[in-house]
């Protein structure tokens, strides 16, 4: 009898120590990367890497070396330009009639806002939620902008906030990380009231609204080809019209007052005129990223139908977490451009910040989540005054926004983390992995 007792009792032991045993590693597994636990995604499992080189950009940059032309300046020897070859293909993708490559993504707004001829001081508007090139080519142009306050559920500038009575003669209206806003509806308040809406395509791609691509819907749209742009040579940029009177002055905006000549010139002749309708200045594209943006442009749909369905997988595995979702992007958007994935975390359990999230899901992922840019009227890197050659339009920007409130940009900002769009070029078992662990970092129950 002692025995069969002392192994019951050492049974229930064991069975103790190995009910302590289970106990200790689901706690251990509820514990956060960030804190010692074991991360949701082991870390020798890779993401895709970003950017990834077509295989023609490389064939393509030989040419370039191997030419002898580096530059749009250079003299003509009967091969044709990288730079007019992507502005043609560029054109055809964004359903325009004239696309004008510059160097850079903020270019493209300074020349756009140049092209329109606005006296100086003209006030333009801007969404508080975007990144600070926005606001500043604004001021490079020599104008005012007038920040707005965004929708809450694309992040982009709408119809309701459209301020008139500040008399704006331009918009800059910004497609926001993965969300266009409803450029048809700005452009029925707009023109009438004389404000020319112009597009910010950096983080719309290929976007659509109701098979309209983006850009192509306002009078003038402007892109960035920025390294972690969906589309990207490094640093480019390029702005689109149908407007057959603007496209001569963004030529010349961007070339030091020169265009395009109409025929097909000779040997040693200049691909461009001298003109001179307008001052311009020399935001010319690098013949060496128009030959990558070439080879590149072909992958960028086949990509963004990747990413679309990731994110639409995504949007259905976070449902079952109430306290986050991602951006909803409007239903008249009939094609993602997805640049930035922002989950939008109502509430977060205990003393968690947005940043502390954003901190854990990397560690729990082994990829980057962050916070987005900071809303212009909190950012460091927007002030004015700290530029004395523009001080008569920092002084007309300070009066105007000595009382602003923008209370939906600050709510998306305080509220978000976001991830890099190559995040999304994975498959379903990494979507898995992002939903299990934004629900270990919320400390909900793992989807299904």
């Not at 508007?125 to 707005?148: I, N, S």
């Not at 192509?216 to 892109?223: E, F, Q, T, V």
């Not at 460091?380 to 339009?393: G, H, V």
Request: charged share 25%.
């Amino acid at each position: 009898m002692r025995s069969i007792a002392g192994a019951v009792r050492t049974l229930g032991s064991v069975g103790i120590r190995e009910n302590c045993r289970v106990k200790e590693r689901r706690a251990s597994a509820q514990l956060l990367a960030l804190h010692g636990g074991p991360p949701v995604r082991h870390p020798s499992k890779p993401w895709p890497r970003w950017p990834g080189a077509s295989p023609e950009a490389e064939r393509n940059l030989l040419e370039v070396v191997h030419g002898d032309r580096w530059t749009l300046t250079s003299p003509m020897t009967g091969t044709r330009l990288f730079e007019r070859r992507f502005a043609a293909l560029f054109a055809e993708y964004t359903g325009t009639k004239h696309c004008v490559p510059v160097d850079h993504g903020a270019s493209a707004l300074v020349v756009a806002l140049e092209s329109l001829q606005l006296e100086r001081g003209a006030r333009v508007l801007v969404p508080a939620l975007t990144w600070v090139a926005c606001a500043t080519a604004a001021f490079r142009a020599g104008l005012v902008p007038v920040l707005t306050d965004v929708d809450p559920d694309t992040g982009s500038m709408s119809p309701v906030d459209l301020d008139l009575s500040v008399q704006a003669q331009a918009a800059v209206v910004v497609h926001w990380s993965c969300a266009m806003a409803d450029v048809p509806s700005l452009l029925e308040i707009a023109e009438p009231a004389g404000i020319t809406i112009i597009e910010d395509c950096a983080q719309a791609h290929g976007a659509e609204w109701l098979g309209r691509r983006a850009g192509s819907i306002g009078r003038l749209g402007c892109y960035s080809m920025q390294h972690g742009k969906v589309l990207t040579c490094g640093e480019g940029g390029a702005i689109v019209t149908d407007d057959d009177s603007l496209a001569p002055l963004l030529e010349e905006l961007r070339a030091d007052a020169r265009r395009y000549r109409p025929d097909s010139g000779r040997n040693g002749d200049s691909e461009l005129l001298e003109t001179g309708e307008t001052l311009g200045a020399n935001f010319c594209m690098s013949e060496f990223g128009a030959a990558v943006l070439c080879a590149q442009l072909p992958l960028v749909d086949g990509q963004h139908d990747v990413r679309e369905r990731n994110y639409r997988l995504l949007a259905d595995l976070l449902s079952a977490i109430p306290s986050v979702r991602l951006l909803r992007p409007r239903a008249e958007q009939t094609r993602l451009s997805i640049f930035e994935v922002p989950f939008i975390f109502e509430e977060l359990p205990g003393d968690l910040s947005r940043a502390g999230a954003a901190e854990a899901l990397t560690a729990e992922l082994g990829t980057r989540f962050y916070q987005t840019d900071l809303p212009l009227h909190r950012s460091p890197l927007f002030r004015p005054e700290r530029k004395p050659s523009i001080a008569d339009l920092a002084n007309d920007f300070a009066s105007l926004h000595s009382d602003r409130q923008f209370a939906r940009a600050d709510y998306l900002f305080d509220h978000s983390v976001v991830t890099h769009h190559s995040t999304l070029l994975g498959d379903e078992s990494d979507m898995v992995d992002i939903a299990r662990a934004v629900a270990k970092v919320t400390n909900s129950p793992a989807p299904a």
